[in-house]
């Protein structure tokens, strides 16, 4: 079975296109305009072996905001495509892991129902042209539009870059395990029928 999904994004603001592969191998081919944010998209797809392409034009002049949400929702659109109607998925997914000095855990439910809690102070910092707070609009935008329950907490950790880059390799590593497809599961994982 094909696990694959491409969307479409057109607005007054950006123009995405983006594909991504649930059996792919963490290959990634991005282009955002967002130097950083390529970087935590390519490591998005490395550690949860999820192929992604992302083109992306934004009004990059006004700032890096609108591009990484709608990229956000159109990576959340394409998870819920791939998905489909969510049959013999493992649909939980959780990684609690180190990024020097900072400590992470990222846990998803593939439930259907969009809801982000994110506990994760950092430095409003600019990492490049990427402002260290478009992490949580990137993953709220992903969670609302794939409809898939999401909690971030870092423990600790005091380097804006650190940081970021801890929540998307923790949350890349649950997306792995949720997505996987689970041998013993057979049919949708919930006792209700649907997801």
């Known amino acids: 079975m094909s696990r694959t999904a491409t969307t479409h994004r057109e607005t007054a603001e950006t123009r995405i296109a983006l594909s991504l592969d649930l059996?792919?191998?963490?290959?990634?081919?991005?282009?955002?305009?967002?130097?950083?944010?390529?970087?935590?998209?390519?490591?998005?797809?490395?550690?949860?072996?999820?192929d992604l392409t992302v083109e992306a034009n934004g009004d990059l002049h006004v700032d890096a905001h609108h591009t990484v949400e709608d990229v956000g929702i159109c990576y959340?659109?394409?998870?819920?495509?791939?998905?489909?109607?969510?049959?013999?998925?493992?649909?939980?997914?959780?990684?609690?892991?180190?990024?020097?000095?900072?400590?992470?855990?990222?846990?998803?439910?593939?439930?259907?129902?969009?809801?982000c809690v994110w506990q994760a102070d950092m430095p409003s910092e600019m990492l490049g042209t990427f402002n260290a707070a478009l992490a949580e609009e990137f993953w709220r935008a992903a969670a609302s539009h794939g409809a898939f329950n999401l909690h971030v907490l870092c423990h600790y950790g005091r380097n804006a870059h650190h940081i970021v880059e801890g929540i998307f390799k923790a949350t890349a590593r649950a997306l792995r395990q949720a997505v996987e497809p689970d041998p013993r599961m057979a049919g949708v994982p919930s006792t209700k029928g649907v997801l």
């Open 23 to 50: 059996e792919g191998a963490g290959r990634a081919q991005v282009a955002t305009g967002v130097g950083f944010f390529d970087h935590m998209l390519t490591l998005l797809a490395k550690h949860s072996l999820i």
């Open 76 to 115: 959340g659109q394409a998870l819920a495509q791939a998905l489909g109607e969510k049959a013999g998925i493992r649909r939980y997914g959780s990684a609690t892991l180190p990024m020097d000095e900072v400590l992470v855990t990222a846990a998803v439910d593939l439930s259907g129902r969009a809801y």
